[in-house]
């Protein structure tokens, strides 16, 4: 039986090349736009690996690894990314992932990543390899409680707020009030240092929470026409 798989990416045309890119190989059971329906996805499906963008609507992908793991998910998570960051990187590892791959070396990588996170081993591309490993060394080292904490429902309110939703579009996506709304808002920007909602945002950006443009597609799979990424679709 081939390793079921599902691919969570806002960009059609990055999702369909994905998918022609591994459909020899694997088993693809959805493909998602958002990082809220990932969560939903991949609860619901069971997949054995979940290949995903970090910037998506909703939520980060690495929002959504966090919440996979706190739920018990037993998923492999490969992240796929343009960000070469490291900080980035090492965050999206201590969220839960198994694998680091950058879009343009997708081609050739992103098959053996997904093989290795099957096997229990970790893989990250090897452009940004050491350096992330050596940040993530580091951050173990220097657990003082210094470092600023949300939680996942601030981190998630934050992401919505940074996107230009309003309060009551949030409270209606989240279901709770708009009093609760506001007082997570309230919470994030006293915890962050922040005075302003354009302060939030620009936090966000800075932090890669939120994308500031489209990234478009950085590999040569060859791609068949794109889905809307709002209309997920599933095999089962």
């Known amino acids: 039986m081939r390793p079921r798989l599902l691919l969570a990416d806002d960009h059609a045309i990055v999702a369909e090349g994905l998918r ?11 493909i998602v736009g958002d990082g809220a329906a990932l969560v939903e996805a991949a609860i619901r499906l069971k997949a054995d690996v979940i290949v995903t963008d970090i910037s998506m609507p909703r939520l980060s992908g690495i929002e959504a690894a966090r919440r996979l793991k706190a739920a018990g ?21 201590r969220a839960g992932g198994s694998g680091y791959v950058l879009k343009h070396s997708a081609t050739h990588a992103l098959s053996h990543a997904i093989w290795e996170a099957l096997k229990g081993r970790q ?11 050596l940040n993530v060394m580091a951050s173990s080292q220097r657990r ?23 309060i009551r579009v949030i409270s209606e996506m989240l279901k709770i009030t708009t009093r609760t709304v506001e007082f997570h808002k309230t919470n994030i920007m006293d915890k962050l ?22 990234p ?12 809307s990424p709002h209309e997920p679709h599933f095999q089962e």
């Open 20 to 30: 022609s890119l591994l459909e020899p190989e694997f088993d693809l059971i959805g």
């Open 73 to 93: 998910s037993s998923s492999k998570v490969i992240f796929l990314t343009m960000h070469m960051d490291v900080d980035i990187a090492a965050e999206a590892l």
């Open 123 to 133: 893989f990250i591309s090897p452009r940004i390899a050491e350096n992330v490993k």
């Open 144 to 166: 003082d409680g210094s470092s600023i904490r949300l939680t996942s429902r601030e981190r998630e309110v934050l992401q919505l707020v940074a996107e230009g939703h309003t």
């Open 193 to 214: 240092g922040l005075r302003t909602t354009a302060d939030l945002t620009q936090y966000a950006i800075s932090n890669r929470i939120i994308a500031i443009q489209n």
């Open 216 to 227: 478009g597609a950085e590999f040569d799979a060859p791609k068949r026409p794109a889905r």
